[in-house]
């Protein structure tokens, strides 16, 4: 299975600065099948990003996401009070779908 | 708007089996593919198994010798059942709908049951 290695594992950051979240695979994966959540404490994840660049709905533009092949990355540009959460890379290239260990985005 | 809830108990003891219902409103129940999703206490996410239509099922190697994940589209329901549960499969369960489209990911997710597994 396809194993996700995401960093740093804490990004101390204060409001307004960018934050960017890098998530690496062990292997290749197929047609960039590759997403980004965000979870807040004792709530369930939610979908920001899929297809490693697509905003999915109600997404505000202040997130994006880029890369291919085995190195993706998430960024949001300007951090806003509300964005402060954990994140997970997750890829659907290679049943079983894998998730990364998660990114804790806190606040500086 | 499509709405996702798990019930079940919280509580199952060693090596009995483990039993949860995603109940799903407001959505067309046979359109979707339906995914089981979990969370060990201060861990990371884990992709357990999906379900579309009946009869069409894909599961996690790691858990797939324990695991049936079944469906009542009469009642839009589906369910998770892992047998021999240990200590290792406490973790809040969530249940969610896939995109429609070839992106597999979720969309919407329920609130999330805790199960413990202890004696």
């Known amino acids: 299975e396809i194993v996700l290695t995401q960093s740093p594992g804490t990004l101390s950051l204060s409001p307004g600065e960018r934050a960017t979240l890098s998530c690496r695979a062990s292997q290749s994966v197929t047609s960039n099948s590759l997403g980004w959540y965000q979870q807040k404490p004792g709530q369930a994840p939610r979908l920001l990003m899929y297809?490693?660049?697509n905003r999915a709905t109600g997404i505000p533009d202040r997130f994006s996401g880029s890369g291919s092949g085995i190195d993706f990355t998430l960024t949001i540009s300007r951090l806003e009070p509300e964005d402060f959460a954990v994140y997970y890379c997750q890829q659907y290239g290679d049943s079983p779908w894998t998730f990364g260990q998660g990114t804790k985005v806190d606040i500086k | 708007q499509v709405y996702l809830q798990e019930s079940g108990p919280g509580l199952v003891k060693p090596s009995e089996t483990l039993s949860l219902t995603c109940s799903v409103f407001g959505d067309s129940f046979t359109k979707y593919y339906w995914s089981w999703i979990r969370q060990p206490p201060g861990k990371g996410l884990e992709w357990i198994g999906n379900?579309?239509?009946?009869?069409?099922?894909g599961y996690s190697p790691s858990l797939q010798s324990r695991l049936t994940i079944s469906m009542d589209t009469s009642k839009n329901q589906f369910s998770l059942r892992l047998d021999s549960v240990t200590a290792a499969d406490t973790a809040v369960y969530y249940c969610?709908?896939?995109?429609?489209?070839?992106?597999?990911?979720?969309?919407?997710w329920g609130q999330g049951i805790l199960v413990t597994v202890s004696s």
């Open positions: 969610a709908r896939k995109m429609y489209s070839f992106h597999h990911m979720f969309d919407y």
């Open positions: 297809g490693a660049s």
């Open positions: 379900i579309y239509q009946i009869g069409t099922t």
